[in-house]
Every structure is written in structure tokens, then in C-alpha cells.
């Protein structure tokens, strides 16, 4: 076990509190780590500085990188020079990490904080038939929601949520094999990695990792670890029911109808089921009263439907 050299790829953005205290959770691993690769979605809220202030980077300019060891672990940090969303900084970290050898990569968000046994719980866990694994995020303020099964072949099953199936809680076993997962976590073997590639870039946001999830699941089994825990920093209970649409449903609409095409094992996955969703929303929102919704919708389901991808709105747009 010593011998496994485990690299770690993350993504922040202006969340430096959230991700000191990861930082302090990953160097403090039972399983030692040995590269942390930061891809930073051009942050302003002072993450580089403080970093430099930890002594883990040095000071460098948009789209440079910096190579630096501190505590024993090689800290490779990389300043995007504008905000790629999560796709964007989780395509260009694992690209990075492609370029580093090792013998499995832990990809993770800037706001979870895993146990300092999670990693070589993980570990223990790899098998011949599963080289992919993630942790369970179940804590005090969150469930964790272990989907064994992901129906892209239904066609009234209109959304990537829709289209799962969860094990109920209590989780009573030590490991599920399951079919989706979040970019919380993942520990996937290295070669693994390569066979797969780099994950979908141009979501911005929402449904990346389900594609990753996806492609891994053609090279290996994925499984579900409910001994390694992983906590969320920023996890609430409660739902906030049938919100106003913001920014981020544009982005949840249109990469739905986006993953759908791409994966949908139907005619109905593919081409009906989008249809179907369009109803659904925009008959709740007048319903709800909601008009405001129907811009976005609209947006998201027409550039869904043309296949547009990529950076289309802004965090903040349609306030």
C-alpha cells in the first residue's frame, strides 16, 4: 500500500476558506499523497496569495503555473485566466495531472473535506473489477444519495435526476456498484484515466461528471464506499422546492437535453423525452406564477436542442 503513489486534481474558485481547510484534511491523509494539482478558475477573493503565504506556490500570472513542494507533497498550481466553470477547470486539472505519473487520481471539488482515512479506505476498496470508487458524503447535513442505477433509455424520464435510481437509506452495505457519479471525490485508477480521457469541457457547469461517470463505466465498474466519508463544507438540509430559475437552471436545462443526445438509448431518450421536460417546466411556471422562468427555459431548451455548448451565461445573469 505505501508504494501507491496517489495524485489529487482539484478545482477552486473564491473559496479559500473552504479550500484551506481541504488542503490541512489532504495533507493529513493515513495514505500519504503525493502531487495536489489546483486549477484556479481565476479567483479573486486572495486563494493565490494565500497559498504563496502557505508556501505551497509561487506568484504567477494568468495561464502560467507554478511547481512547488511543501510539507512533502508536490503542490502544482495552475491560474486560469478567466472562470471555466467546474467542466472547464476539471478538463484542464485532469490534463494536467495526465502529465504527472501515477498510480490513481482523487478528483474533487474545492468545498468537500474528506476524513483523514478516506483515501486509504478508498484504496482498500480497489479491486480488479473496480478501479473506480467514491466516497459517501453522508453527514449531518447531507444524504448521500447512492445511485445504483442511471435509465437512459426511458423516454418519460425527462432529466439526468429523474433517470436514477438511489439505494434507500440506511445504507446497510460496505460497497454498491454504482452507475453516476459526482466530482466530489472519485478515487479512478491512472490508467483508467487514459483510457477515458478528459471530461466534457464545455458544460461549464452540471452533467460533466455524469458524462465522466459514463465513459468510466465502458473501461471498469464503479464502486460506492460507505466507510469512506467525505464531508461537504457547504451542505444544507432542506430543499429550496420549485425555486425561481437562476443562471445554473439554464445550465442544468440545456446539458440535460445535451446528455441526452449524446447517451439517450431510445429515440424517446433521445429526441421525445426533451419535449416532455419543455411541458413540464414551462406548465409549472405559469402555473406557480413563475414568468420569469420562461426566458430561460426557452434559452436553455432552444440552445439544448441546437447542440450549443460552452460558456453561454454568466454567474449572476437573468437577476
Known amino acids: 500500500m505505501n508504494e501507491v503513489i496517489v495524485n489529487v486534481a482539484l478545482v477552486t474558485y473564491n473559496r479559500w476558506n473552504c479550500l484551506s481547510k481541504l488542503l490541512d484534511a489532504l495533507e493529513k491523509q493515513t495514505k500519504k499523497i503525493n502531487s495536489i494539482i489546483i486549477v484556479d478558475n481565476h479567483s479573486s477573493d486572495g486563494t493565490m496569495n494565500n497559498l504563496h503565504e502557505r508556501g505551497a506556490v509561487d506568484i504567477v500570472g494568468d495561464?502560467?503555473?507554478?511547481?512547488?513542494?511543501?510539507?512533502?507533497?508536490?503542490?502544482?498550481?495552475?491560474y486560469n485566466k478567466e472562470n471555466e466553470g467546474g467542466s472547464g477547470g476539471f478538463y484542464k486539472a485532469i490534463d494536467i495531472a495526465t502529465g504527472w505519473e501515477c498510480d490513481y487520481l482523487w478528483i474533487m471539488?474545492?468545498?468537500?473535506?474528506?476524513?483523514?482515512?478516506?483515501?486509504?479506505?478508498?484504496?482498500?476498496s480497489m479491486k480488479p473489477e473496480i478501479q473506480a470508487v467514491i466516497p459517501n458524503r453522508t453527514d449531518k447535513?447531507?444524504?448521500?444519495?447512492?445511485?445504483t442505477k442511471l435509465d437512459m433509455k426511458s423516454t418519460l424520464k425527462f432529466s439526468v435526476m429523474k433517470r436514477k435510481t438511489f439505494e434507500p437509506h440506511p445504507l446497510r452495505n460496505s460497497l454498491y456498484i454504482v452507475e453516476d457519479i459526482p466530482f466530489e471525490g472519485p478515487l479512478v485508477s491512472f490508467e483508467?484515466?487514459?483510457?477515458?480521457?478528459?471530461?466534457?469541457?464545455?458544460?461549464?457547469?452540471?452533467?460533466?461528471?455524469?458524462?465522466?461517470?459514463?465513459?468510466?463505466?465502458?473501461?471498469?465498474?464503479?464502486?460506492?464506499?460507505?466507510?469512506?466519508?467525505?464531508?461537504?463544507?457547504?451542505?444544507?438540509k432542506g430543499g429550496t422546492g420549485n425555486k425561481v430559475f437562476t443562471w445554473r437552471d439554464y445550465y442544468a436545462i440545456r446539458n440535460n437535453i445535451l446528455l441526452e443526445r449524446m447517451y439517450g438509448e431510445s429515440f424517446?431518450?433521445?429526441?421525445?423525452?426533451?419535449?416532455?421536460?419543455?411541458c413540464w417546466w414551462l406548465l409549472l411556471s405559469i402555473y406557480k406564477r413563475r414568468f420569469k422562468n420562461l426566458r430561460i427555459l426557452n434559452?436553455?431548451?432552444?440552445?439544448?436542442?441546437?447542440?450549443?455548448?460552452?460558456?453561454?451565461?454568466?454567474p449572476g445573469d437573468f437577476k
Open 63 to 78: 495561464d502560467e503555473t507554478s511547481v512547488k513542494e511543501c510539507k512533502g507533497i508536490r503542490y502544482i498550481y495552475y
Open 109 to 124: 471539488d474545492d468545498d468537500v473535506l474528506p476524513e483523514t482515512d478516506c483515501l486509504e479506505k478508498l484504496l482498500g
Open 141 to 147: 447535513n447531507f444524504d448521500d444519495r447512492v445511485c
Open 192 to 236: 483508467i484515466v487514459k483510457k477515458v480521457g478528459l471530461p466534457h469541457k464545455d458544460f461549464f457547469i452540471l452533467c460533466d461528471d455524469t458524462d465522466y461517470a459514463i465513459r468510466i463505466r465502458k473501461h471498469t465498474r464503479i464502486g460506492f464506499v460507505t466507510d469512506a466519508t467525505l464531508h461537504r463544507q457547504l451542505a444544507k
Open 268 to 278: 424517446g431518450a433521445k429526441y421525445i423525452s426533451p419535449i416532455i421536460g419543455y
Open 299 to 314: 434559452m436553455a431548451y432552444k440552445d439544448g436542442l441546437k447542440g450549443i455548448s460552452g460558456k453561454v451565461v454568466n
